[in-house]
């Protein structure tokens, strides 16, 4: 089992709530959570019963009992849709918003490091408690620094995943869903950062752009950001990246590439694969000829690709022709292959990695830039 940090006390929560309850609540007159576990207590025996709790919130020894208990500790509350003639709003339903942030540090700082368990069932549990967690803050009109610092962790994590799964099969990992997750993130969050100062909104706007690389609606919305938001390094890097992308300009792109965090390298990783493509395409225009040999680790180090034999997979599926250790670029033998195919990248991102754990880099969104 992975180690677990020392739980709050409830005492220690309600006086966190009470502390931060009028920065936190944007509006008066709506619910306002007095459940001071990361589950609320019928919930968490309800599932008990119903045998419906998650191989992550068993009590050690219980595993093989008949019906095994649940630990307090370790229960989060999951995501329930709304039903009609259910009533979401109770306020022993509902956590305020320091449990809020106590439960989602539990979830990155615990759980998603566990080495027992495959990442496909750490992102599907985290993915659920997660949206829980906003569930809370919708129904409370939550605001104010917790709300950003929640939001921050969410798209932290949803990005890391979208890098980690991608090439995970759709029947465990779709891309889509966890897009509209990480653009409602985005929005909610960019929306509070309008209310105040927030000491990491630089490094997430830089990741909202990096993430939409290439969409003008976004590089507009950029634009119109505070000056010094706009001039800080994260989103000056940021902008650099999505200039060379809008123009083309492949090679540039890529050496800014290996200068961003490991963050950034996970929202922009999307679009690598189709930059790549796009590259050789021009490539095989701008060298066009039968007599001409380009070096297969020339290329690989232009287009950041993590060895001679990956640059000579890219090639000959777009039909281009590998002698030895080059490429022929031509421009009559270049072909779409069909949809783009995404991979993990040692140089962009795991070689970044190497000392660093995924906890550490959402909790740490500028590391190693």
């Excluded at 390094?233 to 200068?259: D, I």
């Excluded at 961003?260 to 990783?269: D, K, P, R």
Aim: hydrophobic share 40%; aromatic share 8%.
């Amino acid at each position: 089992m992975w180690p677990l940090r020392s739980p709050a006390s409830s005492s220690t929560l309600s006086l966190a709530w009470n502390m931060e309850a009028t920065g936190d609540l944007m509006q008066t007159g709506f619910p306002t959570g007095t459940c001071t576990s990361m589950c609320p207590e019928h919930e968490r025996r309800q599932r008990e019963v119903q045998r419906r709790l998650h191989p992550f919130e068993v009590l050690d020894g219980t595993e093989q009992h008949r019906l095994p208990r649940a630990d307090p500790l370790k229960t989060v509350k999951e995501y329930s849709r709304p039903a009609a003639g259910k009533d979401a709003t109770s306020p022993s339903d509902l956590r305020p918003p320091a449990v809020l942030l106590y439960t989602v540090q539990y979830l990155i700082d615990d759980v998603l490091p566990r080495p027992d368990a495959p990442w496909v069932l750490v992102y599907n549990f985290l993915f659920d408690r997660l949206r829980a967690v906003r569930q809370d803050m919708t129904i409370q009109r939550v605001g104010g620094e917790t709300c950003a610092t929640i939001l921050e962790k969410c798209v932290g994590f949803l990005l890391c995943a979208a890098y980690r799964l991608c090439t995970a099969p759709l029947c465990h990992f779709d891309p889509r869903i966890n897009d509209i997750h990480v653009q409602e993130c985005f929005g909610w969050l960019r929306r509070c950062y309008r209310s105040g100062k927030h000491d990491q909104e630089a490094d997430y706007q830089a990741l909202f752009l990096l993430y939409n690389l290439g969409s003008l609606e976004a590089l507009y919305q950029s634009l119109l950001l505070p000056l010094h938001i706009r001039k800080s390094p994260e989103v000056c890097l940021a902008m650099s990246v999505n200039r060379a992308y809008l123009e083309g300009n492949f090679v540039r792109f890529f050496s800014l590439l290996r200068r961003i965090s490991v963050l950034q390298a996970c929202a922009v990783h999307r679009h690598v694969a189709n930059c790549q493509r796009q590259a050789l395409r021009i490539f095989s225009h701008g060298y066009s000829s039968k007599n001409c040999l380009y070096p297969l680790e020339r290329l690989a180090q232009l287009l950041a690709l993590d060895s001679k034999s990956q640059a000579a997979s890219l090639c000959q599926r777009h039909g281009l022709t590998v002698v030895s250790n080059s490429v022929v670029f031509l421009r009559a033998a270049f072909k779409d292959p069909g949809p783009v195919l995404h991979a993990s990248s040692y140089e962009l991102v795991g070689k970044k990695l190497e000392t660093k754990t995924w906890a550490e880099i959402i909790n740490e969104p500028s590391l190693q830039l």
